[in-house]
């Protein structure tokens, strides 16, 4: 049995649609009514992560699982011990690229670091998926595409290697399924196949959306503003921080990892976009 959670977030929620039919799973989720795009044969039960009782029924028989969390809190050191009690054998878990970077020692970061940290030392079989940055983040600039034709976002010019979610979900779904090769006791950077400024996706979009879109660069005050209505101070500073390194050019590696891993090239932000500029056009209608 594989267990699958944060099944209605930007990667769980591409697992699902990619795990095979033959395969039995069962779906861990606060919000079972969300849950979308699940196999058939897939079991949707509650479950919270401060919920021990519900942990333990989530894992009854399960030997694989796929673990969400949010770095912020202590669900990973939730999770553990009642996996381990369960019979869980290997956990796939979902972390970050900066946790390999030494100069990366943000609030998030250092979390995600103790984070793994708790799997390698938990007696259990690990596979550790370090993505860089979502192309689907930009997904935030959706409102102010369709509003005002803009783009606003700090440090225009620093490079990101982001990677298209269904690449880091595909990847997943091998580790999880055992597929291809063994993947126990492995980490794996995750990137897209080049690094691009946001100026750079922003020009892209254009192109595809066929209409002239501007781009506004922030400055650290005005960015900060924005995320502090959206997150706490510490979680804002975090962000921040992690923004500062980009610009410094810590994020522009590609990896190849990723390619080696699916057999084929890693997916462009250009094959992502065109697959999701109905998000981005000013006609849609607002999906945030």
Same mark, same amino acid.
């Given at each position: 049995?594989?267990?699958?959670? !944060?099944?209605? @977030?930007?990667?769980?929620?591409?697992?699902?649609?990619?795990?095979?039919?033959?395969?039995?799973?069962?779906?861990?989720?606060?919000?079972?009514?969300?849950?979308? @795009?699940?196999?058939?044969?897939?079991?949707? =039960?509650?479950?919270?992560?401060?919920?021990?009782?519900?942990?333990?029924?989530?894992?009854?028989?399960?030997?694989?699982?796929?673990?969400?969390?949010?770095?912020?809190?202590?669900? *990973?050191?939730?999770?553990?011990?009642? $996996?381990?009690?369960?019979? =869980?054998?290997?956990?796939?878990?979902?972390?970050?690229?900066?946790?390999?970077?030494?100069?990366? &020692?943000?609030?998030?970061?250092?979390? &995600?670091?103790?984070?793994?940290?708790?799997?390698?030392?938990? @007696?259990?079989?690990?596979?550790?998926?370090?993505?860089?940055?979502?192309?689907?983040?930009?997904?935030?600039?959706?409102?102010?595409?369709?509003? !005002?034709?803009?783009?606003?976002?700090?440090?225009?010019?620093?490079?990101?290697?982001?990677?298209?979610? @269904?690449? =880091?979900?595909?990847?997943?779904?091998?580790? #999880?399924?055992?597929?291809?090769?063994?993947?126990?006791? $492995? +980490?794996?950077? #995750?990137?897209?196949?080049?690094?691009?400024?946001?100026? &750079?996706?922003? $020009?892209?979009?254009?192109?595809?959306? !066929?209409?002239?879109?501007?781009?506004?660069?922030?400055?650290? &005050?005005?960015?900060?503003?924005?995320?502090?209505?959206?997150?706490?101070?510490?979680?804002?500073?975090?962000?921040?921080?992690?923004?500062?390194?980009?610009?410094?050019?810590?994020?522009?590696?590609?990896?190849?990892?990723?390619?080696?891993?699916?057999?084929?090239?890693?997916?462009?932000?250009?094959?992502?976009?065109?697959?999701?500029?109905? +998000?981005?056009?000013?006609?849609?209608?607002?999906? *945030?």
């Amino acid at each position: 049995m594989i267990l699958v959670t !944060g099944a209605t @977030g930007t990667i769980g929620r591409e697992v699902l649609r990619r795990l095979p039919s033959d395969r039995p799973v069962r779906i861990m989720a606060r919000h079972p009514e969300r849950v979308t @795009g699940a196999p058939a044969s897939a079991r949707i =039960v509650h479950g919270d992560f401060t919920d021990p009782a519900s942990l333990t029924d989530a894992l009854h028989n399960v030997h694989t699982a796929f673990l969400v969390t949010n770095p912020d809190g202590a669900d *990973d050191a939730r999770f553990l011990d009642p $996996a381990r009690a369960a019979g =869980v054998r290997h956990i796939v878990k979902l972390s970050a690229a900066a946790v390999t970077d030494p100069a990366a &020692q943000d609030l998030i970061t250092r979390r &995600q670091r103790h984070n793994e940290d708790l799997l390698r030392a938990s @007696g259990l079989r690990w596979t550790l998926l370090r993505p860089r940055a979502f192309m689907s983040n930009t997904l935030s600039w959706a409102r102010s595409i369709r509003s !005002g034709r803009v783009v606003r976002a700090p440090y225009g010019t620093s490079s990101n290697a982001c990677v298209d979610p @269904g690449d =880091v979900a595909e990847v997943a779904t091998l580790a #999880l399924t055992g597929r291809g090769r063994d993947h126990l006791d $492995a +980490a794996y950077t #995750l990137t897209g196949p080049q690094a691009l400024s946001a100026s &750079q996706q922003t $020009a892209q979009l254009a192109e595809l959306l !066929g209409l002239p879109l501007r781009f506004e660069e922030l400055s650290p &005050q005005q960015a900060r503003t924005a995320l502090e209505a959206r997150y706490p101070a510490d979680m804002t500073s975090a962000l921040l921080e992690s923004a500062r390194r980009q610009h410094s050019g810590s994020k522009a590696y590609v990896d190849p990892t990723l390619p080696g891993l699916l057999g084929r090239p890693a997916r462009t932000f250009r094959d992502w976009a065109a697959d999701h500029l109905d +998000a981005f056009r000013p006609d849609s209608p607002a999906r *945030d």
